[in-house]
T-cell receptor, first 110, second 110 residues
């Protein structure tokens, strides 16, 4: 247990659906991340928030919309996704540049 | 050129063998380095940080060569339980960016 919790763990959604992934940590970490991991590809950094402010947006399509209401919670809102967006979405938080991951949300877009 | 490059493997080694992985990075502003381990269908977990002078943790030794921009991981006396994917991670100075390599897959056989 790293203290980073993600829900849901598994999600199947249609291309016209709207859903959200949730992440929370009560470790006192200031930075939170969304990464995408597809088969046979490296983890792709999507977004970074530091003290609730977005500090990195790695050219992510607008169908992915992050929200960080406070330093402990991070959301990824999903809308009109494509089948190629099916992947493992990992949330993480950092302390002194050491990154701690949640268990991930397995997303399948049908 | 990828920011962080690793040989994807797989490296198939017998129990008790010594195996080494390298990772090269392209951004000279990289300041912190880590090795993570990822088991199949699980989230990555920190294995060890990599310090400038090199560091050891039991059977694992990590080294950094800033001049040639690579880090290495040496595993001695391989165990079956070492079978996993080993990810190289680089932090870019003055940013929140943590960049992952594709990972090197290790399979230890009896």
């Amino acid at each position: 247990e790293t203290g980073v919790t993600q829900t849901p763990r598994h999600l199947v959604m249609g291309m016209t659906n709207k859903k959200s992934l949730k992440c929370e940590q009560h470790l006192g970490h200031n930075a939170m991340y969304w990464y995408k991991q597809s088969a046979k590809k490296p983890l792709e950094l999507m977004f970074v928030y530091n003290f609730k402010e977005q500090t990195e947006n790695n050219s992510v399509p607008s169908r992915f919309s992050p929200e960080c209401p406070n330093s402990s919670h991070l959301f990824l809102h999903l809308h009109t996704l494509q089948p190629e967006d099916s992947a493992l979405y990992l949330c993480a938080s950092t302390r002194e540049n050491t990154i701690y991951f949640g268990e991930g949300s397995w997303l399948t877009v049908v | 050129r990828k920011e962080v490059e690793q040989d994807p493997g797989p490296f198939n080694v017998p129990e008790g063998a010594t195996v080494a992985f390298n990772c090269t990075y392209s951004n000279s502003a990289s300041q912190s380095f880590f090795w993570y381990r990822q088991d199949c269908r699980k989230e990555p977990k920190l294995l060890m940080s990599v310090y400038s002078s090199g560091n050891e943790d039991g059977r694992f030794t990590a080294q950094l060569n800033r001049a040639s921009q690579y880090i290495s991981l040496l595993i001695r006396d391989s165990k079956l339980s070492d079978s996993a994917t080993y990810l190289c991670v680089v932090n870019i100075k003055n940013t929140d960016k943590l960049i992952f390599g594709t990972g090197t897959r290790l399979q230890v056989f009896p």
